[in-house]
């Protein structure tokens, strides 16, 4: 079982098994249609799609949400069912970004009890440089049922980041690039700046420069140096809107902390309430 990361080769040799499941999660916040286009012209075969916004994400309410707020439970278990994702089924997902959009679906798939998940290192890129099939074909899905069982204490709301982000017992992470945590540039939200009390980890330290993660060894330095070695209880990320946050969790996850607790709403909920 395959519970954070998978390997290219280890991917490639189950390309063929009847209970895995294979998911693009290709996407771009400038170009919304420009993951599905690029799933239609080429992806890993089997691979099923995956929107950012119509199947990972809810609807956002003006004044109250983030950009990418969670989907009602019930509807996502129906999309993970059509998906052919049920207890047993290893799903692996990947995108073009070292797992930066991909980490949101492993960790919705762990908030609902499914372990079995993974994200492709080094995502489409390093398949493609490595030289291993890619088609076009869409497949077709065999429908099963998930059953969910929601683990709540992967999830923090606004009001607990209020309750504990000047409580040193706690690390409050913010996962943007320096520059937007800082509150020098805001190339998406209408408000500058981060959540009091933050540090600032920026997720795409998590990676080399061929897209896959960085050695646990590696990583465990780095989260242990920013959180005093804290346990993945007492760690929240948060980012834009609750996305890329999880590729910091998928990393602090693999460097062996164990899964931290996300603020799904993030930078650009906490805004509706200044």
């Known amino acids: 079982m395959f519970t954070n990361i998978i390997n290219a080769d280890d991917l490639h040799a189950h390309l063929e098994a009847s209970d895995w499941v294979i998911i693009d999660c290709r996407h771009s916040l400038a170009d919304t249609e420009e993951g599905r286009r690029s799933y239609h012209n080429s992806h890993i075969p089997g691979a099923i799609y995956a929107h950012l916004d119509e199947d990972l994400s809810g609807p956002i309410i003006a004044g109250k949400t983030g950009r990418h707020p969670l989907p009602d439970i019930d509807t996502f278990s129906a999309r993970l069912s059509s998906w052919g994702?049920?207890?047993?089924?290893?799903?692996?997902v990947y995108d073009d970004k070292g797992g930066?959009?991909?980490a949101r679906l492993w960790w919705m798939l762990h908030w609902l009890g499914h372990k079995?998940?993974?994200?492709?290192?080094?995502?489409?890129?390093f398949w493609v440089n490595q030289a291993y099939p890619v088609d076009n074909l869409i497949p077709k899905s065999n429908g099963r049922i998930f059953k969910p069982s929601l683990n709540e204490e992967m999830v923090v709301n606004a009001d607990d980041v209020k309750s504990i982000q000047h409580d040193l017992i706690f690390s409050l992470v913010d996962s943007r690039a320096a520059p937007r945590y800082r509150g020098e540039v805001e190339p998406i939200d209408p408000v500058a700046g981060h959540i009091d009390g933050a540090i600032n980890l920026?997720?795409?330290?998590?990676?080399?420069?061929?897209?896959?993660?960085?050695?646990?060894?590696?990583?465990?330095?780095?989260?242990?140096k920013a959180t005093g070695g804290k346990p993945g209880d007492l760690v929240v990320f948060y980012c834009g809107s609750g996305v890329t946050a999880c590729h910091n969790i998928l990393a602090f996850d693999y460097a062996g902390f164990g899964m931290a607790k996300l603020y799904p709403g993030s930078w650009s909920e906490w805004i509706t309430q200044m």
Do not use: C, H, Y
């Open 116 to 125: 079995s998940a993974a994200v492709l290192n080094g995502g489409w890129q």
């Open 202 to 224: 920026p997720f795409p330290e998590n990676l080399d420069e061929d897209m896959t993660l960085k050695s646990p060894d590696w990583l465990w330095d780095r989260f242990e």
């Open 100 to 102: 930066a959009i991909a």
């Open 85 to 92: 994702i049920e207890e047993g089924v290893q799903v692996v």
